[in-house]
C-alpha cells in the first residue's frame, strides 16, 4: 500500500487526456517537438479518429502534424 503522505512529485504521471497513469512505455513516448506528452492509447485515438475524418493527426498541445518518421519506436527501446 502507497503511504497517504505521498507527495505529487511521488507519483506516477497521468495522461493529460485520459486521465489515465502513464506506464514505462508512455513516459519514454514522446510524439511531438513540443514536448507535450500523452500515452500510447490516445495518441492512437487521435491518429484514428483523424483518419476517419481524412484529416492529419494534430498535437493537442501546439497542432502540429504529428510526423510518424519522427516517432521513436518504443517497441525496440526495451
Known amino acids: 500500500a502507497l503511504p497517504l503522505s505521498m507527495s505529487s512529485s511521488d507519483e506516477s504521471p497521468m495522461c493529460p487526456l485520459c486521465a489515465e497513469e502513464m506506464d514505462a ?3 519514454r513516448f514522446q510524439p511531438c517537438q513540443c ?3 500523452i500515452c500510447l492509447w490516445c495518441w492512437h485515438q487521435i491518429h484514428e479518429v483523424a483518419a476517419a475524418s481524412a484529416l492529419e493527426a494534430l498535437c493537442p498541445n501546439c497542432r502540429r502534424p504529428y510526423d510518424k518518421d519522427t516517432i521513436p519506436k518504443v517497441a525496440d527501446a526495451a
Open 25 to 27: 512505455t508512455d513516459r
Open 35 to 37: 514536448g507535450y506528452q
